[in-house]
């Protein structure tokens, strides 16, 4: 006996369409995890240390007269998302909510994963906790690189934990 089994030929779709919607490829920016793997942050706090590295930078929030305006934005974001989850979910008080959280209990500074956010981004985190973003070198102004601002905030962060 002879088997007359046929291989099945399945066409997938292309990455990219010409209709200019979004492919798998665009939607993977979207879940971009900007912490640590080691983070032992909840949601609502990556929610909020998120809010608040992309509004730093932001020129709106720049123009303020308050150069920390962007703290209570966040906090008022996440404390709605958290109870909007709990309405959603329909959570009782008592119940775990991953979006509640102690504002002055997070640690960003520590669980970021700096190489997903921009130069301007920590140049921004920089300016706002005194930090100098540029060097004179021979008569010239030179920026730090990415690295080496990123090395300035954390022991910037480890010297001001350490002495409090």
């Known amino acids: 006996m002879v088997s007359t089994k046929t291989k099945k030929i399945v066409k997938t779709k292309p990455d990219s369409n010409l209709k200019g919607e979004k492919t798998n490829k665009e939607d993977n920016n979207s879940n971009t995890n900007y912490f640590i793997t080691q983070s032992r942050l909840n949601r609502g706090q990556r929610k909020y240390c998120h809010c608040i590295m992309k509004l730093r930078s932001n020129k709106k929030t720049k123009k303020q007269s308050n150069n920390k305006s ?10 709605d ?17 991953p979006y509640l959280f102690n504002v002055n209990k997070t640690n960003c500074v520590m669980n970021y994963d700096y190489s997903k956010y921009s130069l301007k981004d920590i140049q921004s985190f920089c300016q706002e906790k005194g930090i100098p973003i540029s060097f004179t070198l021979k008569g010239k102004e030179k920026k730090y690189s990415k690295d080496k601002l990123v090395e300035k905030l954390v022991k910037n962060y480890l010297t001001n934990k350490l002495s409090k």
């Open 70 to 79: 962007h703290y209570p934005i966040c906090k008022k974001l996440t404390i």
């Open 81 to 97: 998302f958290a109870q909007q989850f709990k309405k959603d979910m329909k959570l009782k008080d008592n119940e775990y909510n």
